[in-house]
């Protein structure tokens, strides 16, 4: 059985229709990418998974192993091993980096039936994935995110999925807003979380982040459907030809 | 339209013509301070309790809310058995504790071994009775002699604001016990000193003084915390005379239940930091006003506070910042975080006198509302007669943002705790600025507790 499988999802924000019969399924061990123009539905795909309120999904399905979490709270398809890297991570002034992560792992630990980490066992696995990830510890004391540059933030979205342990990783836009060096270490944090029982879905504008994050899979979405499939050759192909062809193609 | 002409009275305003009619003899202090309290009482009974007329108290009528008086507490009620404790304050962090029963002090309770040196403590009631030269020369129902007749109209003065309040002259009529707090110049007070201000089992009306001097180049932490009792009516003052250079720290905390009605009024030196924070969470209403005023050069002022309301519960917290020196820097922080019924009013006024160049004030007041019920009022003002300063004020009401709790729910946060991590967040912004780390924790984890009892409330409403 796919981990990860969408069948003829329909969503609208706000009485607006933007995915229109998406279909896609990602097996165990897989990394697909998702590219495509402004507007054709890739955040609202990833704030569909993550399930955020006012994403409404008037048809279709989203399995997770089988079982459709469209119902779902986001903490519950959390606990189930969803994880959405955010394009823009939230700054959460006054609460401490260390009490969000520690509050994030128990809580997911908790419904999932296991057993909560003691504190040095906790501080050590933070620190050691920080260290992975060239974050100052010292950032970890502030406030979640606040006075964060850009590529901070990014690595902190990186932290977090590598504390969480998800089995389905689901990155936003995550190359926006880094330089070359940022998106290295963003890229490699990543890729340490390959794995056979692990499966990710890469979205992106831009072929850069691939160069990095090779997919097995690319994806192109226009207008709310994926339109085109194939290997990581389409992804150069895109950054050639552009995305005109496939607007229309969708029209 | 003449605000003198007074409606019949209240069964309170009887109540309280009775109750000082029959203790004025035995209260403290001599023929000079009698004769004072006689007049503040007459003050106080051309005006009587409080309506939303008075401006000072538009959100607030104590005549309405006090539809009677409870009996006079002239001697400490009987403490609840065993160790005096303070259920808002849990935390020991090594204080020094003084504790008081129905505004009473209670000396066997009370920690007053091995005073550090320059540190002298002594009780209102024997420092009245005793004509005392410290509360003599600060005491404002004895310094102050002119009192203004009430014009809303005209600016403030933090003193006169003070003793002209009618809660306060209430107050200075009937005021029968509290402390005396002396620090001599250059002395630091290691251990802070608690107030531990305790209810007896009895519903009575309390009314206590306090004094605090600390001269200059001198350092005290003081911390108030109230545990109100079911009925009681507290109304409660407390002056501060802080020298020039000296270092004040000072936190209110209100717990329990029952009515209370705050006033702190400091006049402040140069060169000085002063901290005062209160935080709320209990009784059917209380009122905090504070009255600071700022007299020398150079000072560095915080003000801050945080209350957590929810039933039908009512808190003011009202405030002049009156800065009548240049060169000071005073910052406002107040977030109220309102559930249920409840209703929050914050008032503030920052005045910066004509001579106060460079004065440079920053107020804030954030409610946060929990439920569609819940009502907060904001009254910022500001009253600037120097051209070459920096104030402003912000204010704003809102409820929970969804993003952020969005964000915390997907990283698999459940709901009720990500809306209790965002609170903590919304309130640990003005708990922040208070500088004794013990107690930023301690006020941390009675915001949490406080968040636990919501859940549980929600849950059971839900049943």
Redo the contacts between chains.
Sequence with gaps: MALLDIKNLHVSLDGKPILNGLNLTVNKGEVHAIMGPNGSGKSTLSYTMAGKPGYEATEGQILLDGEDILGMEPDERAARGVFLAFQYPMEIPGVASMTFLRTALNAQLRQRGKAELSTPEFLKRVREIAKSLEIDPDMLRRAVNVGFSGGEKKRNEVLQMALLEPRLCVLDETDSGLDIDALKIVADGVNRLRSPERAMVVITHYQRLLDHIVPDVVHVLSRGRIVKSGDAALALELEASGYAQFQDEAA | MSLDVRPQKTAAEEALATMFAQARDGLPGNEALATARAAAFRRFESQGLPTWRREEWKYTDLRAAMPQAQPLALRAGRLPSGAPGSPILPVDFGARRLVFSNGIFVPELSDLAELEPGLTIRPMGQALREGDALVRAHLTTHSVSAVPSYDPMQSSDAVQSFVADPAVTLNAALMSDGIVIHVAAGKTVERPIHLLMLSGEEAVSVFSRSLLVAESGARVMVLESHEGGAGHQVNTAFEMVVGDEAHVDHVKLNGGVGLHVASLLATIGGRVRFNTFVFTACCALVRNQMFLRFDGKGTLANIGGSSLLDGRQHVDNTLIADHASPDCQSREVFKTVLDGESRGVFQGKVIVRQKAQKTDARMVTRALLLSDEAEADHKPELEIFADDVQCGHGATTGSLD???K??????????A??EA??V??????AI?GIEHAGLRDALMEAVADWLKTRGERVDASRN
Excluded at chain 2, 424 to 429: C, I, K, M, P, T
């Design positions: 969804e993003e952020l969005f964000y915390l729910m997907a990283r698999g946060i459940p709901k705790e990500a991590l965002l903590q967040s919304f309130v640990g912004e922040d």
